[in-house]
């Protein structure tokens, strides 16, 4: 994000920020007592319950010696109860958890920012007569420094959340250190292009002047680059997957009849476990949807802040939409909450395919959950960034002068969107 020429921005604004913070934080709070908590808990002790049942009846059985046809349907039964109500403990723990853990990250993000940037002096907020549009920032060395050292202690982190996901493990908090202060930096380094951003209305836009992005904003044809870099990264995941699965032996090529694979163990693929069940691919499939209708919601927020002549609509959507402002304000929310119940779907999906055998141990496990990891971490990057665009619409606003701020977000939010309706059919359907 660029500086560039604006309004004076009261310290009072970047308050509301703290505020706003605190809100998702509670949020979050709320609904981790609730799902990953209270209703957890309900389905844990039925989980239990189902389990000790099972096994009474597998020594039952066993002493017998003799296994009768009723006995035998009897015991499937119970055990397909026993893992159904064993994801559904993990649906609710796993939600809950993700859940909080995103709203401390906005909250992070929002409120730490805020912090840092209304404990500025308010002389250092500018006056609004800067004849330099645009000025070189040390905020990408910083987010980048950040990275480093989220990086380096992402392999511990990594272990952490695991030992957190699962009930029967304590996980050890000094292992978060490391990537917990990369996490700062980067909250410092994106708090300072917000402070740099938020008074920005529009007027000293750089403008392009080589080909082939002449005349364009040079943001703007930033992000073009950025995304072709990006359609790279995904081409590679898309091609080595199918490559892969053209050579495995899955139960389909046993199924057709392929030659190569008779008499062969099938390899099981994430798609094996999720296409057959409507349980496991619904999350898939709400996901799908969701993150269509986010691209719709986002286009609408443009609109309306491109439209100099908008007007409240009758009925409900005017109550809820009563100014233009409110109106790209929660056009913005909605986007932001369809993409993190997009991570939240995602997580609950991961775990029942840990808890079902496949993990990331194997090559068709490692290709599925990196593809889809590394959208996923995409389509988050994404939510932080539209964390910003609701606070500086319910702050500062946005209009026909500086929207394109959204535009240029809008740019890759649809290409993560185009993403996930290529990997969709590819990892979960084929």
């Known amino acids: 994000m660029s500086g560039g020429h604006g309004a004076h921005v009261e310290n009072g604004i970047w308050m509301r920020a703290v505020m706003m913070g605190g809100i998702l934080l509670t949020i979050g709070v ?37 296994i009768t046809d009723k006995e035998a349907a009897d015991l499937d039964h119970l055990h397909h109860e026993e893992i159904a109500a064993h994801l559904s403990y993990l649906t609710y723990r796993v939600a809950g958890i993700t859940i909080l853990l995103m709203s401390i990250t906005y909250a992070a993000f929002i409120g730490v920012g805020g912090l840092l940037n209304s404990s500025k002096p308010a002389a250092e907020h500018g006056d609004g007569h800067d004849e330099h549009e645009h000025h070189g920032s040390s905020s990408p060395i910083i987010f980048a420094f950040g990275i480093m050292l989220f990086l380096a202690g992402f392999p511990d982190f990594v272990i952490a959340c695991k030992a957190m996901l699962n009930a029967d493990l304590t996980p050890d908090f000094g292992m978060l250190a490391l990537s917990m202060v990369g996490l700062l930096t ?21 403008i392009a002047t080589s080909y082939p992005f002449e005349g364009e904003h040079i943001r703007k044809a930033g992000l073009w680059v950025f995304i072709m870099s990006e359609i790279m990264v995904f081409a590679t995941f898309f091609s080595s997957y199918l490559r892969m699965r053209t050579e495995w032996c899955t139960k389909w090529a046993i199924e057709d009849g392929v030659e190569a694979c008779q008499g062969v163990e099938p390899v099981v ?50 109550k809820i939409m009563p100014t233009r402002k409110a109106a790209i304000r929660n056009y913005l929310i909605a986007t932001l909450a369809l993409g993190s119940l997009f991570i939240v779907l995602k997580l609950v999906e991961w775990s029942h395919l840990v808890a079902e055998g496949f993990d990331i141990g194997t090559t068709q496990g490692s290709i599925f959950y990196i593809a889809t990891g590394a959208h996923g971490l995409h389509v988050f990057i994404g939510l932080l960034v539209m964390l910003y665009l609701v606070f500086k619409a319910d702050t500062v606003g946005y209009d026909e002068d500086n929207a394109q701020g959204i535009e240029y977000f809008g740019l890759y939010w649809h290409f993560v969107d185009l993403a996930w309706v290529v990997i969709f059919p590819a990892f979960y359907l084929y």
């Not at 389905?43 to 003799?66: F, Q």
């Not at 619904?282 to 439209?307: E, Q, R």
């Open 30 to 66: 709320l609904l981790f007592a609730t799902l990953g908590v209270f209703m957890a808990n309900e389905k844990h002790h039925v989980w239990e319950e189902l389990e000790d049942e099972y096994h009474h009846m597998e020594v039952e059985v066993a002493l017998d010696g003799i």
């Open 186 to 206: 980067i909250v410092i380094a994106v708090s300072n292009w917000w402070f740099e951003d938020l008074p920005f209305n529009g007027h000293g836009e750089q």
């Open 269 to 318: 693929t994430a798609s094996d476990l999720i296409r057959n069940d409507f349980a496991t691919i619904l999350p898939g499939a709400i996901n799908t949807f969701a993150l269509i209708i986010s691209s719709y919601t986002i286009v609408l927020a443009l609109k309306t802040a491109k439209n100099a002549k908008w007007e409240p609509s009758t009925g409900i959507m005017g």
